[in-house]
């Protein structure tokens, strides 16, 4: 009995942590599914000498051939007129992505500690910028891939740092 309660006193203290672990400068409420592709970013990034704001976002998924979820792009577009933006892309190198909080590493890194590690960068109009640390956190995958994130971005080129909200149907 004893046991019991302490394994689950100990499994309630987990859940707590994970769900509260999520103020990372959005806000910590969990994202629900929508039911069109939303999403939020700010932030800025300078690369170059340039500095590039970013205050909306257009999210999309690419899959592999068996339908896992291989990588969660955010486009930004600097002016829509002539479709010259940046996209932040997070890449789920170790498998399908599930509900969970995910470390972000540089996006050229291919050592991965696998299951909850992605890489991430931004290109587009910056040929790529390499996230150096962050934190992307899944909050639903029932009918779509939600959740927020926050990262950091530095190379010999430039940094920055961009935050903000995801929600895109799974079809």
Not at 114 to 137: D, F, Q, R, Y
Request: glycine content about 10%; charged content about 15%; some cysteine.
């Amino acid at each position: 009995m004893k046991t019991t309660l302490l394994a689950t006193s100990l499994l309630g203290i987990s859940l707590a942590a994970c769900s509260d672990e999520a103020d990372i400068g959005v806000n910590s409420d969990p994202i629900t599914c929508m039911t069109a592709p939303a999403a939020d970013m700010a932030g800025s990034v300078d690369y170059n000498g340039q500095t590039y704001k970013f205050s909306n976002a257009i999210p999309s998924l690419t899959r592999d051939t068996n339908g896992t979820i291989t990588t969660l792009s955010l486009w930004s577009s600097e002016n829509p007129d002539t479709q010259r933006g940046n996209y932040l892309r997070f890449y789920f190198q170790c498998g399908q992505a599930e509900v969970a909080s995910y470390d972000v590493v540089a996006g050229t890194d291919q050592q991965l500690s696998c299951p909850h590690e992605v890489s991430s960068s931004v290109l587009g109009s910056i040929e790529i910028l390499p996230a150096t640390e962050g934190v992307l956190i899944v909050d639903e995958m029932s009918s779509c891939l939600a959740g927020r994130f926050r990262v950091d971005l530095d190379s010999d080129h430039g940094g920055g740092a961009l935050g903000g909200w995801f929600s895109v149907p799974l079809q």
